[in-house]
Structure formats: C-alpha cells, structure tokens
C-alpha cells in the first residue's frame, strides 16, 4: 500500500482547506484509514477515521469541523477541515491499516493557520 497526501497549506483562522491522500497498491486489504497529526513538540495524534463500511470517528477537538470520506473506488481519502483555528496547525498524515495487521504512512502534508 502507497499513500500521498497532499492539499496543505498556510490558512486563516476561520478558513478551509481539503487534504487528500491518494491510495495505490492493494486496497482491497485495507479496513481504516485515518488522518493524523503532528504539531511542533507535541506527539503524534489520531485525527480522524474512516473504516471499510464507512463507519467515521472524530477526536473530539475537530468534532463538528472536520470530515473524513473518501470516493467510491476508495483510492483516494478527504479530510476536509472548516473553522480552522491556529491549535489546528501540524503535519497532518494519512494512515492505513490493513487487514493483514499492516501499518502504511504518507508522507507528511504541512498545514498552518495563521493570521
């Protein structure tokens, strides 16, 4: 399994921004996808999740703001993010997690709030 993510940027508070994360290789044996996140000095935290049957989760910090889906050939994953604030800016990460107790990483995609 490959991902990219892509889509970061510098935002606004209040501002929004779509991350995508391409999905290749065997997709068939992936069952979660899921965004993290990286802020300067703080350790890596679950964003977001999606599961195989569509099943979404939220940390509670992006409740109501944030939303994860992906298209119907489930090769490609959103995080469509909305009412940044600056605590939001991070390196976020797409993550897979296969049925064959796999783990796979995209690269890191940067994005800032800032006035």
């Known amino acids: 399994v490959q991902l990219q993510a892509s889509g970061g940027g510098l935002v606004r508070p209040g501002g929004s921004l779509r991350l995508s994360c391409a999905v290749s290789g065997s997709i068939f044996s992936i069952n979660v996808m899921g965004w993290f996140r990286q802020a300067p000095g703080k350790q890596r935290e679950l964003v977001a999740t999606i599961s195989s049957e569509d099943s979404t989760d939220y940390v509670d910090s992006v409740k109501g703001r944030f939303t994860i889906s992906r298209n119907g050939a489930s090769d490609t994953v959103y995080l469509q993010m909305s009412s940044l604030k600056p605590e939001d800016t991070a390196v976020y990460y797409c993550?897979?997690?296969?049925?064959?107790?796999?783990?796979?990483w995209g690269q890191g995609t940067k994005v800032t709030v800032s006035s």
């Open positions: 993550h897979a997690h296969t049925t064959f107790q796999r783990d796979y």
